[in-house]
């Protein structure tokens, strides 16, 4: 990898930097500028890090150029499902300086949530936006069908009676999808008389 495949996002006055991936688990987040952003010292966070039971198993060191360097080092880098993970080993009551104290406080609040929807908000609004959309048409399609059933109906009742048509309205819409109880009703203006089995054709039941 180099710096191009890098993304740099910019928080509260620090440049986080972070490789995208697929999902959460693939997309990386290099700590030293993270632990940097909160005033901490990189090198006894990362002793920590080494010697965490869980998180020391989700390390991945990546031979990166970073931007603005002339060269490439090893880095260090936690998949960004397991930051919040890591920024909570972290006690800010521990740390006396007040600014750090307060810098710890922000990114364990704000930091991995700022990442993720730099990542991932618009790609999951286009999914939701997607769904909707296909939701949307499937109700149209089925909208339709059952005003064409309904319209079959009202022209049997016209040629064949009410009677028939009441009894062959269940199979009917069956066959779109919908029950008489459902909740897609079909459009009044092309059934008026769907449901009527008796009485004059005119006459609606209350």
């Not at 990898?1 to 693939?26: E, I, K, S, Y």
């Not at 069908?145 to 009917?172: D, F, H, K, T, Y």
Request: hydrophobic letters at 40%.
């Amino acid at each position: 990898m180099n710096a191009a495949d890098l993304t740099t996002v910019p928080f509260h006055g620090a440049t986080l930097v972070a490789v995208r991936g697929d999902t959460d688990a693939t997309t990386l987040v290099a700590m030293k500028p993270v632990s940097e952003g909160m005033r901490l010292s990189w090198q006894p966070q990362h002793r920590k890090l080494l010697g965490h039971p869980v998180l020391s198993g989700c390390i991945i060191n990546l031979m990166m150029q970073m931007p603005g360097d002339d060269q490439a080092r090893e880095w260090v880098f936690l998949p960004l499902n397991r930051l919040n993970f890591w920024l909570a080993t972290i006690h800010p009551n521990k740390v006396p300086d007040e600014g750090a104290r307060a810098k710890i406080i922000e990114y364990q609040t704000e930091c991995a949530d700022a990442l993720y929807q730099h990542f991932f908000a618009k790609s999951a609004q286009a999914k939701r936006s997607r769904a909707e959309e296909e939701a949307r048409q499937r109700i149209i399609a089925q909208t339709r069908s059952v005003n064409a059933v309904a319209g079959l109906l009202a022209e049997v009742r016209r040629c064949m009676g009410a009677r028939i048509a009441a009894e062959a309205a269940p199979a009917l819409l069956q066959k779109v999808g919908v029950t008489l109880s459902g909740q897609i009703v079909p459009d009044p203006m092309l059934q008026p008389d769907l449901f009527e089995t008796s009485g004059s054709p005119n006459t609606r039941p209350n």
